[in-house]
């Protein structure tokens, strides 16, 4: 996979992960990959390395129904930057649908070394809300 035009290689990217093609979406992080979500998800990992790790990963966002649309697409050098929204049942259930990150991606020969999500604000403070009043804070 060549990165001439690394926006381009990341709305592909985004693509396949609609399409919830599995080999194709793994395809695209180098064998070494680090993927980390910040903070880490109820229940989840902060972190997950190789490819055998993502291939988990993804496919477990693809049995919930997955799907994301991306904005904002910035490219500097070999890092690529854009803001999700990502629709997954696990966030419906929680009452937060979709998601917002900001993901930061890092690419080396065409693939993604590092791909960092950060949860954004907007969707910390809803989680906030949404346990506040669980536990009659709000």
Do not use: C
Not at 9 to 32: C, I, K, P, Q, S
Not at 46 to 74: C, K, L
């Amino acid at each position: 996979m060549i990165m001439s035009d690394p926006i381009s290689t990341a709305r592909a990217m985004d693509e396949v992960w609609n399409d919830h093609d599995l080999d194709a979406a793994v395809d695209f992080f180098t064998e070494d990959a680090v993927v980390r979500m910040v903070p880490a998800p109820p229940g989840g990992k902060e972190s997950i390395t190789g490819r055998r790790q993502i291939r988990e990963w993804a496919q477990d966002f693809f049995n919930q129904d997955f799907h994301v649309e991306s904005t904002n697409y910035q490219a500097m050098d070999n890092i690529v930057t854009w803001d999700s929204a990502v629709h997954l049942d696990r966030f419906a259930e929680m009452g937060v649908d979709p998601v917002h990150f900001s993901i930061e991606s890092v690419w080396e020969d065409g693939k993604v070394k590092q791909f960092t999500a950060r949860t954004a604000e907007v969707t910390l403070k809803k989680l906030q809300e949404i346990e506040a009043a669980a536990y009659g804070g709000g």
